[in-house]
């Protein structure tokens, strides 16, 4: 197939596909058997999409006569999809560490939230900061993010909570969106906790008549491009029937509803968001088995976020009767003040280790699974011709060394490629050729 590419992966010892017949979403069984290819080749064209994918005597054959911008040799190496992380707070200002002190002495989360720290703490530093600021701090994050393996990323606003600051925040957001070499998937969050001076009903109030209509036209406008809506539904925060209104507003103007769930107590979440027709429901620490069937049978995916469960002390979220129960388990790194990790190795490690996730699992979870969870993955989370090219290469023979090594992906990573395009390079790993 003559003609100019972007990028030819050659010869890697192990190529994870990950999905091999368009699948939208893996359960426990189609995890357990992954198609890995050996001695494999990877075409990306100048569209960023891939567009030959086996082994690597067919794919230099089948491409004899082509050119290619760049080629890398990847023996002895492992090829995966490049990571989706499910679901990030990455725009804020002000820094939560002596909260971490806090915490390690025993403080519960609503307690710190309830002495105006937690949510409140961030949101006054966020109303601060110029949109400038929060952009320089969001960008290096989200560099931090990729060098990691993530090359698509779930983004929040909900550090204003008042409609001014919620909008810098999606600006900002929409800002890395379209200069940035990294996917993302903007949500709402304006509901993240009630702002000082209101009731729960009086927010509400506010988001369903002010906030959401002015966001649809931006939308209408083409000023900022929001995915999903997200709302904290919490004992203390918004309850079951406030956020039904506000779920049911956003999906009335487009947005896909994918919401913080089930987390410090039982409040019915999963059960809302099947009844809702929810894509994803995150962090579910306490749901209930009810909520477990409902979501299994309304393909609403579970983002489980092991940093949180951890961090915080939590129980941990029922990974294993989600699996055995058919639902789609997904991942996210919940980087925010709260639970700074930008990794999602790190994350797929602690699932296996806390939840007892395979590593198989887990690497659906971070990657086919992720996507599907932000109603991507007609084009994300697998390595199939016609997807985006996002992969990355690790310095190993075994791709499970990217979850095995705990901690470890800053020497393993050894590039990081989206849309065909070599957005990271680790100098120590190897070495890449021009053609």
Known sequence: MAGRHRLLLENAQQLVLVCGRGEEYLLREGAAGLPVLRDASVVVGLDGCIKAVGRADVIRNQFSGAT??????????????????????????????????????????????????????????????????????????????RRAGSTLVECKSGYGLNLETELKMLRVIEHAKQSMDIGISSTYCGAHSVPKGKTAAEAT??????????????????????????????????????????????KDIGLQINFHGD??????????GAELGARAISHLEEVSDEGITAMARAKCAAVLLPTTAY??????????????????????????PNAYCFSMPLVMHLACVNMKMSMNEALVAATINSAYALGKSDTHGSIEAGKQGDLIIINSSRWEHLIYQFGGHEALINYVIVKGKVVYQNEMCGTMSSY
Not at 218 to 236: A, P
Not at 263 to 272: Q, Y
Not at 311 to 336: T, Y
């Open 68 to 145: 290619f911008e760049k080629v890398i040799d990847c023996s002895g190496k492992c090829v995966l999809p490049g990571l989706v992380d499910a679901h990030t707070h990455p725009v804020w200002a002000g820094d939560r560490v002596h909260e971490f002190a806090m915490k390690l002495a025993g403080a519960s989360y609503m307690e710190i939230h309830q002495a105006g720290g937690g949510i409140h703490f961030t949101v006054e530093h966020t109303r601060k900061a110029t949109e400038e600021e929060l952009f320089s701090t969001f960008k290096h994050r989200l560099e931090r993010m």
């Open 205 to 250: 109030d506010d988001i369903i008549n002010n906030h959401l209509p002015k966001l649809k036209e931006l939308q209408l406008s083409g000023e900022i491009h929001v995915n999903n809506i997200d709302v904290f539904c919490e004992k203390g925060v918004f309850d079951l029937e406030s956020t039904r209104r506000i779920l049911q507003a956003g």
């Open 263 to 272: 987390e410090l107590h039982p409040m019915k979440s999963a059960e809302l």
């Open 311 to 336: 961090m915080l002390r939590l129980k941990q979220p029922q990974a294993r009767k989600m699996l055995e129960e058919g639902v789609i388990v997904a991942l996210g790194s919940d980087f925010n």
